[in-house]
């Protein structure tokens, strides 16, 4: 664990405030759920909770059976990392950090299909990224959990219809997951 060297009492109300540097860092929003943990020795640890992450290796078959049918990378992310790959790079994108333009694509809650000369959507952080080719978020009871994406592929053909059709359908299945 490391030190921050920031301090902060409890209120009346027995909350603490998270300063905001901790916040962006760590990427915790307004309405973002914590899990709370308690050490022996008095220590209390808030950690990001993801719906999503309970849900990897579902969410890792789902990926490996998107890539074999639609023979594109694929992958499934929650608010702030992939957490289950399938295809080509499929190391280099586990448990990394997604992109500002692939999060502005949830937040949006708009499906995304790469055209020719238009902007690239990278899915993780990073130069040299690898850029989605579909991205479809992950809705369930109105809130963005996540997102299906598929990866372009290095041959350069572009998605169709029905890549973007099975991304949609794999959301929409995994929020309905999540439901229930």
Known sequence: MKATGIVRRIDDLGRVVIPKEIRRTMRIREGD???IYTEKDGEVIF????PMGEMSSFAEQICESMHKTAEYPAAVCDRDSVIAAAGAGRKELLDRHISPELEEIMEGRRAYRSEPGGRRVAVIDG?????AAVAVPILSEG???????FLERPDGVRPGDVELKLATTVSGFLGKQMES
Do not use: R
């Open 143 to 149: 809130d963005v959990l996540g997102c299906v994406v």
């Open 33 to 35: 759920p914590l899990e």
């Open 47 to 50: 950690k990001k909770y993801s």
């Open 127 to 131: 130069e040299n990224a690898p850029a």
